[in-house]
């Protein structure tokens, strides 16, 4: 059988007679002295003057302009009775300094069916302090080597830049998903390419993969023992990047064939310069090939004539009219100079792009 709530609690405090107790007191005597928020009178916020992350407990975390940080720092330091309901905070910090707020808040909740409103001041005072993440960056501190190299070539300025361009796109997303030690505290130009000393051998990873799958070519990591500290052996990781030997837009010689390469990735795809035919190959299966020329520096000559499948050219060197074979892909008109390939085969036209 079940009995019906009991009418016949007594206050202790006033002693009205009531059906439930909050804290041992009639709803009432509760309401009469419960304080809904309370905030301590003066805070502290670290701040990383370089980056501007915070700390918290000891932490360097989020990034934010300084009055994110202050209002931050007042909402994890704000208590609010457990018992509220529909709480809403307004915080409204006002810079007396660049090192001092003043902070008005106000906070509105719900507590057993009632509406509370109550109004509190506090002071954060801003402490900037070089962060575990800036202070490495300063020290030159890294945990891994990445080395920037290129298969029997130097690699150029543009794919140095690319490279660098991918591993600063990579080093932001790690970063946004809080790695901290996702940063270059330097780099090395060097004759055969580009040496980048990054903070975290996870971060180098990260870069290596994302450049091999843009640019193609491989990569490997090996590690070497640079000492102890705090009785662990301290590693250094090398990654040995390797781009591809040849890029989109060189023409070589593949056993006897001559190739414009398109694309070199996983695969390596590209057009025969002689009968316009589609070529892929695995990276391996083009070992052994050699560079004829870069698009970019073939020698430009006149084409005085296009008849059916054949183009009149002028031999760039000799200056004598040859009949060059017409590429598959080709648009220019008589009259224009067009992109010449000279090969064991004699000079061959190249297609367009
Ligand atoms: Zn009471
Ligand atoms: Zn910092």
Redesign the pocket.
Known sequence: MVSEPMNNIVCPKCGKSTTKLFHGRCKECFLENFTLAEIAPVMHAKL?P????RNVKNK?VDHGSLEEIVIRTVEDALFVHEMAEDIEVYIEPRAQTPYLYKVHIEVDALLLDEMFHQELKTEVRVIRE??D??SRISGGYFEAILQIRATNRIPSDEEKQECINIAGSVLERLINKGDRLAFISSSLELKEGTDLYVGSSNAARHICKEITSHLGGSFSESASLQGMKDGKDIYRITFSLRLPEFMPQDIIDHKGRIIEIRKFSKNVTGIDVETGARFTATPEEINGATLIAKRKDLPKTMLVAIENEDLMVLDPDTYETVTVRKPVMFSADPGTEIPVVKTEKGLLAIADL
């Open positions: 990383c370089t980056c501007g992350a360097w070089s962060c993440m800036c």
